[in-house]
């Protein structure tokens, strides 16, 4: 029962470094969703895809790319870190719009120095 | 852009006392509301949905449509109740949701 996926749990990075984050999930979703946490603050969604081949941004996406070549998978890219960047990434799928939860994976703790 | 609010960061009740977590949301319209909750050291999960209309764990909501909340109740406190609740509102079918910053509930025993 393995959900969703996310890779690596821990990353610190050098300011200026780039780095991808994985998801994947093995419930066949149409739809993936990036949220960052910064802490004592809720999520915010930065991208989201509802099918291979379709993403858009969410509500902070910049200095973030997302892609999604297959149902699976859903990574999500820092280009240049900064340290305004250091959060907590969550990623997450559903099955459908609007009435069917979304299932999370554990996190990635992301520092950067 | 809609906003969700959850009020307190903290809430610390003792074991068989109500809990009632607020949420507020600035929506005028009909939205998908839902209480995400994440106990220690496991993911964020799903604890229920309005539109369900169910009672889970002994939890509880309302969707006040007049008052724009959906506050989370609970008669009789339990000690493994004690979590992070986040309040979270969808409103379009992409499925987006907007969450509130979340509440701490400590149940001390």
């Known amino acids: 029962n393995a959900g969703v996926t996310q890779t690596p749990k821990f990353r610190i990075l050098k300011i200026g470094q780039s780095m991808t984050l994985q998801c994947t999930q093995d419930?066949?979703?149409?739809?993936m969703y990036w949220y960052r946490q910064d802490p004592g603050m809720g999520l915010k969604l930065i991208y989201y895809s509802v099918g291979a081949g379709i993403t858009d941004k969410g509500e902070v996406p910049n200095g973030y790319n997302v892609s999604r070549s297959t149902t699976e998978d859903f990574p999500l890219r820092l280009e240049l870190a900064a340290p305004s960047q250091t959060s907590v990434y969550f990623c997450a799928s559903s099955s459908a719009p609007s009435t069917q939860p979304q299932h999370f994976g554990d996190g990635t703790r992301l520092s950067i120095l | 852009a809609q906003r969700v609010t959850q009020p307190e960061k903290l809430l610390s009740v003792f074991k068989g006392a109500p809990v009632e977590l607020k949420c507020n949301h600035s929506y005028s319209g009909s939205p998908e509301l839902f209480w995400y909750v994440q106990y220690s050291r496991q993911r964020l999960q799903l604890l229920l949905r309005?539109?369900s209309r169910e009672s889970i764990k002994g939890f509880t909501a309302d969707l006040n449509k007049g008052e724009t909340s959906f506050h989370l109740k609970k008669p009789f406190a339990q000690e493994e109740d004690s979590a992070m609740y986040y309040c979270a509102l969808s409103v379009n079918a992409g499925n987006m949701l907007t969450f509130g910053g979340g509440t701490r509930l400590m149940v001390k025993p």
């Open positions: 309005h539109i």
């Open positions: 419930m066949n979703h149409n739809y």
